[in-house]
């Protein structure tokens, strides 16, 4: 079974400090995306690879960066992390028949 | 820019009734429809998709039905049982390696 971990699990940082979540798989898929949780607002994918340096921005790109430098790893970055990032986190994996794999989620508060 | 609209936004149903929620999307483009299920405090985990050269899909209890026309599918979930209850979410993209458009969720309480 496909298998993604995420970390940190949990973390409460503070405005301005650059922050990574690191994104893992077991499967050696192509397809990795990141999501953030909102209440009333869904899931809204941040950014997706298709594969090793193949990056591409999803509907909320704006203060995140990632790389994709293997292809099991996809971390996300928060240059300057500012309270409207205060969110809910899911990493994803595409696999067969293009089902989503969720990991298990980051909780982000920026205070 | 691309957009999916999801409907109702909360359900609540007693328990053996049937369940539908509906959504809309905004590139023609589209051909395949997600369906996820988010359980409290865990990840979302698919329960059922489409793609559009089809009309309808079932599995057990639930089905999903797809109008291309009209851009508009929807998820039926019939003798809902308390388990159930959770968020669900719509979603839709063109191809497997397109970003993938989620719907805002419809919370569904089943009551027993």
């Known amino acids: 079974e496909a298998q993604v971990t995420q970390n940190p699990r949990y973390l409460i940082t503070v405005t301005g400090k650059k922050l990574t979540v690191t994104c893992s798989q077991n499967?050696?898929?192509?397809?990795m995306s990141w999501y953030r949780q909102d209440p009333g607002l869904g899931l809204r994918q941040i950014y997706y690879?298709?594969?090793?340096?193949?990056?591409d921005k999803g509907d909320v790109p704006e203060g995140y960066k990632v790389s994709r430098k293997e292809k099991r790893n996809f971390p996300l970055i928060l240059e300057s992390p500012s309270p409207n990032q205060t969110s809910l986190y899911f990493c994803?994996?595409?696999?067969?028949?293009?089902?989503?794999?969720f990991g298990p989620g980051t909780r982000l508060t920026v205070l | 820019g691309e957009n999916v609209e999801q409907h109702p936004s909360t359900l609540s149903v007693q328990e053996g009734d049937s369940a539908v929620i509906k959504c809309t999307y905004s590139?023609?483009?589209?051909?395949?429809f997600p369906w996820y299920k988010q359980e409290l405090g865990k990840r979302p985990q698919l329960i059922i998709d489409?793609?559009?050269?089809?009309g309808e899909k079932k599995d057990q209890r639930i089905a999903v039905t797809l109008n291309k026309t009209a851009k508009h599918f929807s998820l039926h979930i019939t003798e809902t049982q308390p388990e159930d209850s959770a968020v669900y979410f719509c979603?839709?993209?063109?191809?497997?390696?397109?970003?993938?458009?989620f719907g805002p969720g419809t919370s569904l309480s089943v009551i027993p």
């Open positions: 994803a994996i595409q696999g067969s028949a293009d089902t989503q794999y």
């Open positions: 499967m050696n898929h192509e397809y």
């Open positions: 690879s298709m594969n090793v340096e193949v990056t």
């Open positions: 590139d023609s483009a589209s051909n395949y």
């Open positions: 489409i793609r559009s050269n089809v």
């Open positions: 979603a839709a993209r063109k191809t497997s390696y397109d970003k993938v458009i």
